[in-house]
């Protein structure tokens, strides 16, 4: 197993948790050379805070864990396609790539795509404004996202 691939797996384990205590089935690592730096879940429903997703708690928390806002080096491992708020606070931030497990049309049948909002900003993706890249991890999006 590759190392993204086995950091895209925690990102993974996480969302399931997060999802089996109630919140929404997203996570995201971010590493530096190799090591975790940060993760974060999302936390929209126990906040009630819109801006709670998983790519930005990741981005926030490796911030304060670094000292520092630039996290040029970093590469993100989410469980689900960025949303436009989170891929825009990557790019700001200067992480590098983003590996996912799931796009917006496996995230379609259970509510969970963010490809309205891209619509709705008028945000194309071709090209992406940093890699995406997304990696089979050979599970079926119901098993994430199923309730």
Same mark, same amino acid.
């Given at each position: ?8 797996? !925690? &990102? #993974? *384990?996480? $969302?399931?948790?997060?999802?089996? +205590? ?7 690592v971010? /590493?530096i ?9 999302n ?11 998983a790519?930005? !708690? &990741? #981005? *926030?928390? $490796?911030?304060?864990n670094?000292? +520092? ?8 491992? /989410?469980?689900?396609?960025p949303?436009?708020?989170c ?12 590996y ?5 049309d ?17 945000l194309?993706?071709?090209?992406p ?19």
């Amino acid at each position: 197993m590759s190392q993204h691939e086995t950091f895209l797996w !925690e &990102a #993974v *384990r996480l $969302a399931k948790n997060n999802r089996e +205590r109630g919140g929404r089935p997203f996570a995201a690592v971010l /590493a530096i050379d190799g090591q975790v730096v940060s993760t974060g879940v999302n936390d929209v429903v126990q906040s009630n805070d819109p801006t709670m997703h998983a790519e930005m !708690e &990741a #981005v *926030r928390a $490796a911030s304060r864990n670094l000292g +520092r806002a630039d996290l040029r080096g970093s590469i993100v491992y /989410a469980s689900g396609h960025p949303c436009p708020m989170c891929l825009a606070a990557m790019v700001i931030a200067g992480v590098d790539a983003v590996y996912y497990a799931f796009d917006n049309d496996d995230a379609e049948p259970y509510g969970f795509s963010s490809k309205a909002a891209y619509q709705k900003l008028r945000l194309s993706l071709e090209p992406p404004p940093l890699p995406l890249t997304r990696l089979d991890l050979g599970l079926s999006p119901a098993e994430l996202y199923s309730a």
